[in-house]
């Protein structure tokens, strides 16, 4: 093995046959040193030069000068290690690992020196010895993933993650210190105008100009980042309320006053903030966002463009208790298979013989109770959950098909569930287990859930009666659905809307509209059937006026119970 201190080379004897330890050194890129303290001499391998890329390496042949050549802002020196070191070294020398940069004329390069000191009779430090591996390219691949682990790619800013680490250290010092921090969510406005607009390359100049403007008109001591896509977050330290609406207010002026300027033209630009004060409002990371939310969707509410601080809402924090509850027991009654079905009968307006029925959902309750479908389905839909139970009901009635052959049975599918591909997959499942069950299903959506994109519903329809069901609009009349839409959509049954039947023998002006509803859907090849017929009167009305199907008090209200009449088959349905 060769060491050079200056010109001088120490060699030291090797066995025959055995690679030279600089060959060895040479192969594998690193350069071994030995380093005297108290002389400050620093012998190298004969690779050095080489590899540290230097023309003489007389110019690092002590520490003093080696430290030269070390970039201040490249990380700790093996010096630096040594003296923090807390081990002492008990004879076999303490270990070390460090990188730095290393100054090569206009260039740095990155080294990994690992090593280990051994000590003087005083305990400190004498000698060091290891060796340095150029390490500039993983180097450059870690700061890169460091880089993605803390920063937005687009902005330059702080990710989320970050962002929510640093919000947690902040609100813990402002506990311990008794003091108070704020958070600002600033939302971009309007962001799916600007895309369809100006597209996703001026979008994202805007989002990074917007970054811009905010990191100007900040202070110091806070921190920024992005949250979500047009979102991002301030971390106040040291804020109280009023000073908070002043640090909103001053970034919402630096956004909106000038135009931003992309290629393609000026734009303008507005921000909505909502605010959070903790831990006067917010104990933790979660309610300091979840809260910071609140108030930004009141501001939106209110004006785009605005600040709203957050403000404690006895009514809400009920209605998310209660939604928290909600969904246990939801889910609870699905896993402990306490979902069920009531049906209520659909008879033939003429003969009163029973059409077919429709399948209601029913959920025992823990207690003993009984929730029925509008106690269930409304909440079941805010909280995402409307899926599940529809396909819970979708396999109750089709078991009920199964069982029994003469039965036709409708169910209630939510919007979520129409473009929902589990829900497509079970479906086809559920019919393939009898060739007879699907022409006595059918499947019922809401005229308000139709109209909302008439061409995916028509896609929907087309796959249901595909598979060969049948398809009825529910609650018509409240959407008001044209009926060149109502025949654009091909369904096959029409279910008036009950909020006008049930009142058509008082009402002059339900009277002429169902009357209508009926005559139209009549001229199109639809079946009509009227819901919520509460008496005699009204029921002969609506055969008069050639409705086929009558459902509600008059004819019957759901039961759990299994009775099928024997008129229903799939004959009655037309």
């Known amino acids: 093995m060769a060491f050079q201190k200056g010109a001088s080379v120490t060699r030291f004897d090797q066995p025959a046959g055995v690679p030279d330890a600089a060959e060895i050194l040479r192969s594998i890129g690193d350069v071994a040193y030995d380093w005297r303290l108290d002389s400050d001499a620093l012998s190298w391998s004969g690779n050095a030069a080489a590899v540290l890329g230097l023309a003489d390496i007389g110019d690092i042949a002590t520490g003093q000068t080696y430290a030269r050549h070390i970039d ?31 100054k090569r004329g206009d260039e740095k390069v990155w080294l990994e020196d690992t090593g280990r000191w051994f ?64 958070f600002l969510l600033v939302a971009v406005d309007h962001l799916g105008r600007l895309n369809e607009a100006y597209g996703f390359q001026t979008t994202d100049d805007v989002i990074a100009q917007v970054a811009k403007r905010i990191r100007a008109r900040m202070r110091g001591k806070d921190h920024f980042g992005r949250v979500s896509g047009n979102k991002f977050g301030v971390v106040l330290t040291s804020c109280t309320p009023d000073e908070l609406a002043v640090a909103a207010d001053r970034l919402l002026a630096g956004v909106r006053d000038e135009p931003m300027i992309t290629a393609a033209g000026p734009v303008a630009v507005t921000v909505t903030i909502g605010g959070v004060t903790a831990p006067r409002h917010a104990r933790s990371v979660p309610e300091i966002l979840s809260r ?25 924090d009920a209605l998310r208790r209660e939604s928290v509850r909600a969904t246990d027991e939801i889910v609870a009654a699905l896993n402990e298979r306490r979902i069920g079905l009531a049906f209520e009968p659909v008879v033939e307006a003429q003969s009163r013989k029973v059409a077919f029925y429709e399948g209601l959902i029913r959920v025992d309750r823990s207690d003993g109770s009984i929730a029925q479908a509008n106690d269930i389905v409304p909440v079941a839909e805010r909280l995402g959950l409307v899926r599940m139970l529809d396909y819970r009901v979708l396999e109750l009635v089709v078991n009920e098909l199964v069982a029994s052959p003469s039965l036709v049975a409708s169910v209630n599918v939510s919007p979520a569930s129409t473009v929902d591909p589990d ?40 796959r249901v009666k595909d598979l060969g069901c049948r398809i009825a609009i529910d609650d018509f009349g409240a959407g008001h659905t044209s009926f060149r839409n109502l025949r654009k959509l091909g369904v096959d049954i029409v279910k008036i809307d009950g909020a006008f039947v049930q009142n058509i023998v008082k009402s002059s002006d339900d009277r002429a509209f169902v009357q209508t509803l009926i005559d139209l ?22 055969a ?26 799939r004959a009655a349905t037309g």
């Open 72 to 102: 201040a802002e490249g990380g700790q020196s093996r010096v630096d290690v040594m003296q923090q070191a807390t081990q002492r070294d008990s004879g076999d020398g303490v270990s070390y690992q460090v990188q730095y940069a290393l």
């Open 119 to 182: 000590a003087g009779s005083d305990g400190k430090p004498l000698r060091a010895i290891g060796t340095v591996r150029v390490i500039t390219m993983r180097h450059e691949r870690e700061r890169k993933l460091l880089q993605l682990a803390n920063f937005d790619e687009l902005t330059g800013e702080l990710n989320r993650a970050r962002l929510t680490e640093l919000l947690g250290a902040t609100l813990d010092e402002a506990v311990k210190f008794r003091s108070s921090c704020g």
């Open 292 to 316: 910071a939310q609140d108030a930004l969707h009141a501001a939106r509410a209110k004006r785009h463009g605005s600040f709203l601080p957050y403000r404690p809402s006895v009514e809400r």
């Open 423 to 462: 829900w497509w997959t079970g479906l086809g499942a559920l019919l393939r287990t009898d060739a007879g069950v699907a022409e006595r299903l059918i499947i019922e959506i809401t005229e308000t859930a139709a109209i909302q994109d008439v061409d995916d519903t028509r896609g929907f329809v087309s």
């Open 521 to 542: 859907a009549r001229r199109l090849g639809l079946k009509t059937v009227a819901e919520w017929v509460q008496d005699e009167e009204a029921a002969q009305l609506l």
């Open 544 to 569: 008069g006026w050639g409705c086929d199907f009558l459902q509600g008090a008059l004819i019957g209200l759901a039961t759990r119970e299994r009775s099928w009449t024997a008129g229903t088959d």
